[in-house]
């Protein structure tokens, strides 16, 4: 009887070859209720083969898709021949005796080894990392997927290699038997790209100025942060403000930040007021921020009235 709590089929890899291996698989014909799961057509035996490896490919294409309840997985003689024949195991008879179902198969399926396109995967993020950065690692995830295709010439091809930077990059191998695609396989791989960042020393409000002094520079696998980091070449002191709350020991990013605006709200602008060929010149205050051209509220400073004025330079506007 074959339990296996917490995983949905065992899956391992063999080394590229041809298998013309017997098998024979009893399947006992019986079910069972025990509290919470149930138990039905259990796998007894796999008897004719005495390489382990290839028993347990065997048994991971039994299992594979085979319908689960609690921690038991159970399945049926037609369940068994269904997915043998999708991974290409002949077979050659079936049989029952005594209540329980004997299946005579032969394994003639190839098994692709997991490094066999993991390298290949591999390759295409390296490629597209190197062009972008100086400092990165990239692991692939340890999960094991069987890949069984039919006997012919092998090709591997990754063709998209360009990726959005994160934790977790994907890349899809395509399998090719005899020129044809036959399979499209995603791998999985944790990446890590070391650059050095600018970190808050403490924290501060939206729409405070940018001060580089209030930042220290660190190193951080920016592939775990989200959004684009500042880069250290860009001029951003006292020409950028924070667009929202930046707290201690955050990375600063691009959505953190915006251009500090021509005339910003409650600042003291000149106003210019053209009453025929005379220019009227006086102080007033910003009710809104903006800039060149746009139109914006300001403020009398002594009566209180507000008018509509239009940006024309830095914290200059005027009156039309």
């Not at 013309?20 to 019986?30: F, G, H, L």
């Not at 001060?211 to 775990?224: C, G, M, P, T, V």
């Not at 021509?262 to 921020?289: F, N, P, W, Y």
Request: charged share 25%.
């Amino acid at each position: 009887m074959i339990r296996m709590p917490g995983f949905p089929a065992i899956l391992l890899f063999l080394s590229l070859g041809v298998y013309s291996n017997e098998a024979t698989i009893v399947i006992r014909n019986y079910s069972k209720i025990d509290r919470n799961y149930i138990t039905l057509g259990d796998i007894a035996v796999i008897d004719g083969i005495k390489d382990n490896s290839t028993v347990k490919l065997l048994e991971s294409s039994i299992l594979d898709k085979s319908v689960t309840m609690g921690n038991t997985y159970f399945v049926t003689k037609q369940d068994v021949i269904r997915h043998l024949r999708k991974k290409f195991f002949n077979i050659s008879s079936t049989l029952n005796v005594n209540g329980n179902a004997y299946i005579r198969v032969d394994l003639v399926g190839r098994s692709l080894q997991r490094s066999s396109y993991e390298n290949e995967a591999k390759k295409c993020l390296d490629s597209w990392l190197a062009k972008k950065y100086t400092k990165y690692t990239v692991e692939p995830e340890e999960h094991l997927r069987e890949i069984v295709v039919p006997e012919g010439q092998i090709k591997i091809v990754t063709k998209q290699c360009e990726f959005v930077l994160g934790e977790r990059i994907v890349v899809i191998a395509d399998v090719y038997v005899n020129g044809k695609r036959y399979q499209s396989l995603p791998i999985d791989f944790n990446v890590y790209v070391y650059e050095n960042v600018l970190v808050a020393k403490e924290s501060k409000s939206a729409l405070d100025r940018i001060d580089l002094y209030s930042f220290k520079k660190e190193e951080r696998n920016i592939a775990a942060i989200r959004g684009q980091v500042v880069s250290l070449d860009k001029g951003i002191s006292n020409s950028f403000r924070l667009s929202r709350k930046l707290y201690a020991g955050q990375v600063l990013t691009e959505d953190m930040i915006e251009p500090v605006p021509d005339v910003t709200k409650g600042s003291s602008v000149t106003v210019i007021a053209q009453v025929g060929k005379i220019s009227i010149v006086r102080e007033a205050l910003a009710v809104e921020d903006g800039n060149v051209l746009d139109k914006i509220k300001i403020e009398n400073s002594v009566s209180g009235n507000q008018y509509v004025a239009r940006v024309i330079g830095k914290n200059r506007v005027i009156v039309e």
